[in-house]
């Protein structure tokens, strides 16, 4: 059940960075903006800068936003009295390496998936720097996502 639900979750973020950033470098291409921004003073890179940080930003707020559900189900079953205890406690984490609390495990797994999401959200970027316009884009990067499930088999 909460592998069918993460699995979700990651889709969920995966599709709202597509839909949000596929234009983020296309639109320069479409309205022809790529050779006056090389001109500028600072040249793209301080547009390119400001850009992965509006990414990072977004990747922060979507990744937070969604994964807030999973954490109060989390806060449901276990309860925030408890996030003291080790990861091991719970059963299906018995074999789990590195003697850690599980507020402390759950503050990592969060920060990873928020940077997964930033990842994602570089790598439309960089296809939509690629790509002629935002419609490609999407299509590229829907592409991508349906040959990533295919080969890993996820299923919902």
């Known amino acids: ?20 950033f596929s234009g983020i470098i296309a ?9 006056y921004l090389h001109t500028l003073y600072k040249g793209r890179k301080k547009l390119i800068v400001n850009k992965v940080l509006i990414i990072a930003i977004m990747a922060f707020v979507m990744s937070t936003a969604i ?7 989390i806060g449901e079953v276990f309860g925030y009295m408890n996030l003291h205890a080790a990861v091991q406690s719970i059963n299906s ?18 920060i990873g998936r928020g940077f997964l999401t930033f990842l994602v959200g570089c790598g439309v970027m960089c296809v939509s720097n690629f790509c002629k ?11 991508i996502m349906i040959v990533f499930i295919l080969l890993t088999g996820i299923s919902f």
């Open 1 to 20: 059940h909460d592998k069918t639900t993460t699995t979700r979750n990651h889709l969920y973020i995966f599709i709202g960075m597509i839909g949000i």
């Open 93 to 110: 984490m018995r074999n789990f390496l590195p003697d850690i609390s599980i507020r402390t495990y759950l503050t990592l797994l969060y």
């Open 27 to 35: 639109n320069e291409s479409t309205t022809h903006m790529k050779m």
């Open 67 to 73: 994964h807030i559900i999973q954490f109060v189900q």
């Open 133 to 143: 316009n935002r419609i490609n884009t999407i299509a590229v990067c829907s592409g």
